[in-house]
């Protein structure tokens, strides 16, 4: 049997193109379906759309758009439709992240330990490594 793993990005080119400002709610369904199950918020428009485990809904909100950068509300990742991949290094989208965690938590995010330590953050050498787990899905030739 053989196995993948989706290795996140740092460098996504598209997140620059997602406006600082937002409005969603964690909740909400998908705008074609109804469903409230496995949704991603569009984070160029707050389009809520279904996965790929659902109806896919959200890939098709990527074809008819290009807008590529979407955010989960299961796991709170952010994947590229067009890098193909999952950006761990959020940039504007931080303010977005922020209170997507407070919404489905109810409280604001941990603050990472280089933050707790006083500094502005690592070299840039070891990010992303050792931090846990990237998520699990979805696997090379699919997407939310």
């Known amino acids: 049997m053989e196995y993948f793993s989706v290795v996140p ?7 620059g193109n ?15 379906c109804g ?6 918020v569009c984070c160029v428009c707050d389009t809520v759309c279904c996965g790929r ?8 909100h990527y074809e008819q758009t290009k807008h590529a950068v979407v955010l989960s509300f299961s796991d709170l990742s952010v ?3 067009e890098c193909d991949c999952y950006i761990v290094n ?29 500094s502005s953050g690592s070299s840039g050498k070891d990010k992303g490594k050792g931090k846990g787990k990237a998520p699990a899905e979805p696997a090379p030739g699919t997407s939310p």
């Open 90 to 118: 959020h940039g504007v989208l931080g303010a977005r992240l922020r209170d997507a965690h407070e919404q489905k938590f109810g409280a604001p995010p941990p603050e990472s330990s280089s933050r707790r330590r006083g």
């Open 9 to 15: 990005k740092e460098d996504c080119p598209h997140v």
């Open 79 to 81: 994947w590229c439709y």
């Open 53 to 60: 485990h659902v109806n896919r809904h959200m890939l098709a």
């Open 18 to 32: 997602v406006p600082t400002s937002h409005t969603f709610s964690v909740r909400a369904a998908c705008a074609e």
């Open 35 to 40: 469903d409230a199950n496995e949704n991603w």
